[in-house]
């Protein structure tokens, strides 16, 4: 839906709002017009139920008005006497419009010192965790968002079994798109499998000012642009279920490209413009590679010993394997006595990969040697033609096309290109572009599969880890991770302890301060 169909919902609300409730408004001591005003009725409504004028705000906060506007039904029918159980359950299951009811049929008068404290245990604890909700889902979806790492794309520097919070107001929050959604959940309802939003309507793409931009280098969540494929696994992407955007997966990788950037990937290592990316310390680059020892070999000594991940035996005898190492492990693991031959995993320069971006035989391009290629940058104009065309198809078509509410359709004709039926020579970008891959170069599922993540797919930026568990949470902590920083110099630092200390002085101070009260 477009600005102007939300708006015109918008104006519909209001005269619909009017009709229901003008005469409470009057035996409220309030004029009939301010029942027909937009914002301004729901200020006096506020005054009129005893509630503070800023649930006004609540109720333009995508999701968070879906559980306010019961919320004022019913605390409306209350402020008139109506406090039945009947009552209740008649204005939810009308959406409101049981207020017509008592606006035109029943004798009205206003409680205007009405208790607002609920009058059974029951509906106190109901008010509270309504109220702990709005709260959490306000937190979630403006400010900061828990966040598990599912896949070693990112190892040695996040590892499988992080729990972070995610920063939505470092880069700035995106209003959902989809505002008819269960709060605090992502695309699916836990336990019954479901899915846990309405596709339609949606709000048009919205972002809140945020107070720096995303830097080369740094991680970032993302919604995966390709949204949920059935199998994921590099090299075997095949189908995908359609989503909304801001309900497509999250992904986490390292952002190494711009917009405007001109990149490449020589041997496994990214070229920015030329010049070799440098990571910064904490980042540690895994390759792939397969070995063959004299002896058995115990996968899990490998990961204790030398820090080697995924290594998975490839024959019954457990003496060949399959691993990912740093290049630092690999010089100290070649040392190994049993060690019989060693070789790296990787794709010749020249040899073409079907399923890496762009998928077209005429760039012969792989996970090991890719590119160049050019990152589009808001405002930047590039020449289309039919070589050119199948780096910014989807671009055009899918995330600056259908997304942004326009339908795209790019074809040829011989030596033509053509955008809805007319030829274009070139093409100006709407939105920044970033390449999101990850450390582990040769088992991550990333930009070189499903190149380019547009900015509206930004969701925020990893701030810290708060837990972190090995195998799994039963397995065991890893202690040190506990409370430390994503981002940084040198190695993390766990302020557990600091946090522990403050933890322990609330607790103090709130038992010393309940017992000055009671006494």
């Known amino acids: 839906m477009t600005f102007t169909g939300w708006f015109l919902f918008f104006l519909i609300v209001q005269v619909i709002h009017f009709l229901g409730t003008w005469k409470l408004y009057v035996a409220a001591g309030r004029k009939a017009w301010e029942a027909a005003v937009p914002v301004y009725n729901a200020v006096i409504l506020m005054k009129i139920i005893n509630r503070p004028w800023w649930w006004v705000i609540l109720l333009f906060v995508p999701i968070v008005n879906l559980i306010m506007f019961p919320v004022v039904w019913v605390e409306t029918l209350r402020s008139f006497g109506f406090n039945s159980s009947k009552d209740t359950f008649l204005v939810l299951i009308t959406f409101g419009l049981y207020t017509y009811y008592i606006n035109y049929t029943q ?45 070693s794309s990112l190892e040695k520097t996040l590892l499988v079994g992080d729990y972070l919070f995610v920063s939505k107001f470092h880069y700035g929050a995106r209003v959902p798109l989809t505002p008819v959604a269960l709060p605090m959940v992502h695309d699916t309802i836990p336990v019954v499998k479901t899915k846990s939003y309405r596709s339609k309507p949606q709000i048009p793409y919205f972002r809140l000012p945020g107070f720096e931009d995303i830097e080369r280098n740094d991680i970032v969540v993302f919604n995966w642009p390709v949204d949920t494929l059935i199998d994921i696994r590099p090299g075997h992407m095949r189908g995908s279920v359609q989503k909304p955007i801001d309900k497509k997966s999250n992904y986490v990788k390292r952002c190494v490209g711009l917009p ?13 413009n030329g010049k070799q990316n440098v990571l910064p310390e904490r980042a540690k680059l895994q390759f792939g590679y397969q070995f063959r020892t004299t002896q058995q070999l115990n996968p899990q000594y490998m990961a204790d010993r030398y820090g080697v991940t995924d290594v998975y035996p490839m024959n019954r005898e457990y003496t060949v394997f399959s691993a990912h190492m740093t290049d630092e492990a690999f010089e100290k693991f070649k040392n190994y006595p049993s060690l019989d031959t060693i070789i790296r995993v990787k794709g010749a320069k020249g040899q073409w990969n079907k399923d890496i971006f762009p998928y077209d035989q005429r760039y012969p391009f792989n996970n090991t040697n890719f590119g160049p290629i050019y990152i589009p940058e808001a405002g930047k104009t590039v020449t289309i033609t039919p070589e050119s065309i199948p780096f910014y198809k989807r671009i055009i078509e899918v995330y600056e096309g259908s ?21 274009i020579s070139e093409y100006t970008f709407k939105m920044d572009y970033y ?8 088992n991550s599922q990333d930009a070189r599969a499903w190149g380019y993540v547009p900015y509206n797919h930004v969701v925020g930026k990893p701030v810290f880890i708060w837990m972190s ?3 799994g949470i039963f397995k065991g902590a890893r202690w040190k991770r506990f409370f430390t920083t994503v981002g940084g110099d040198g190695q993390p630092v766990s302020y557990l302890k600091y946090f522990l200390i403050l933890l322990a002085g609330w607790f103090v101070f709130n038992f010393f301060r309940k ?3 009671k006494a």
Not at 260 to 272: H, K, N, T
Not at 403 to 423: A, D, F, K
Not at 435 to 442: E, F
């Open 435 to 442: 390449w999101m891959m990850g450390d582990n170069r040769d």
């Open 403 to 423: 997304e942004m509410g326009i339908q795209n359709e790019i074809t040829q004709s011989g030596t033509q290109v053509l955008l809805n039926g007319e030829p």
């Open 469 to 471: 568990w090995e195998n």
């Open 260 to 272: 405007g950037d001109s990149l490449e990937v020589r041997e496994g290592y990214v070229y920015i």
């Open 515 to 517: 017992k000055k009260k």
């Open 107 to 151: 004798k009205i008068e206003h409680i205007k010192d009405r208790s607002l404290k609920p009058r059974t245990t029951t509906g106190e604890w109901v008010s509270s965790i309504l109220f702990a909700v709005v709260a959490a889902t306000i937190v979630h979806t403006y400010f900061m968002q828990p966040f598990t790492i599912p896949s």
